[in-house]
């Protein structure tokens, strides 16, 4: 079946330190693949995402690439701030098969 | 834009006390689904609604039931209510028949305990 691995936190850095939370996915096909944020209390909001091999996806300067071949989608981000502290959490879906990481909680200090 | 709206945000149930929670979408998406999210663990998903008229167990439907009301809304009922559903409830709802690209979107939860 569809799952995904996404590494275990909780995660803590400074100010304008490099981000990498790793993810990797087994899928049946070609799924999409996407990371979302979830600030305390809210829902998931969509980060970014990627729809097929080697696709980049990115947003408020967050990367992930759709690696086929390492079956990987590993977040980036190459200075974070104090409001990217939040619970990330890595998807994919196949058809109506949506399967969620157990998400990384990522607090960044002044 | 109000999105995805879940009612109610907080309750507290004693065991075998039944409740439905209330989700509703104002973006004329056909897919709607029902999580839960306990620590650890991710979301997992409970039911899912593909279309208006239908509906389709996920991963860990025991203990739960579902109505696709109409095209806006999809409710979830605990009938018994049992410590083990204590958790926060996620609807979240996608457009274009559920095509696996695009992104669900999500309201803000029911944090449901269970006593």
């Known amino acids: 079946g569809n799952s995904v691995t996404q590494m275990e936190g909780p995660v803590t850095l400074s100010e304008e330190a490099f981000l990498t939370i790793n993810c990797t996915y087994t899928?049946?096909?070609?799924?999409?693949l996407f990371w979302y944020v979830q600030y305390p209390g809210e829902g998931l909001q969509l980060l970014l995402k990627a729809t097929k091999a080697d696709d980049k996806g990115s947003n408020k300067g967050f990367e992930a690439t759709y690696r086929k071949e390492t079956t990987s989608f590993h977040l980036e981000k190459g200075s974070v701030q104090v409001s990217d502290s939040a619970v990330y959490f890595c998807?994919?879906?196949?058809?109506?098969?949506?399967?969620f990481g157990a998400g990384t909680r990522l607090t960044v200090k002044p | 834009n109000a999105g995805v709206t879940q009612t109610p945000k907080f309750q507290v149930l004693k065991t075998g006390q039944s409740m439905t929670l209330q989700c509703a979408q104002d973006?004329?998406?056909?897919?709607m689904y029902w999580y839960r999210q306990d620590p650890g663990m991710g979301l997992r998903l409970i039911y899912y609604?593909?279309?208006?008229?239908?509906?389709d167990k996920g991963e860990v439907p025991n203990g739960y039931n579902v109505s696709r009301l109409n095209k806006r809304e999809f409710s979830l009922r605990l009938e018994s209510a049992a410590p083990s559903q204590t958790s926060v409830y996620f609807c979240a709802s996608r457009g274009e028949g559920g095509y696996s690209n695009q992104p669900q979107h999500f309201g803000d939860g029911t944090r449901l305990s269970i006593l």
């Open positions: 973006m004329n998406h056909n897919s």
């Open positions: 609604s593909a279309s208006e008229g239908t509906t």
């Open positions: 998807a994919l879906s196949a058809l109506n098969d949506m399967r």
């Open positions: 899928a049946t096909g070609y799924p999409s």
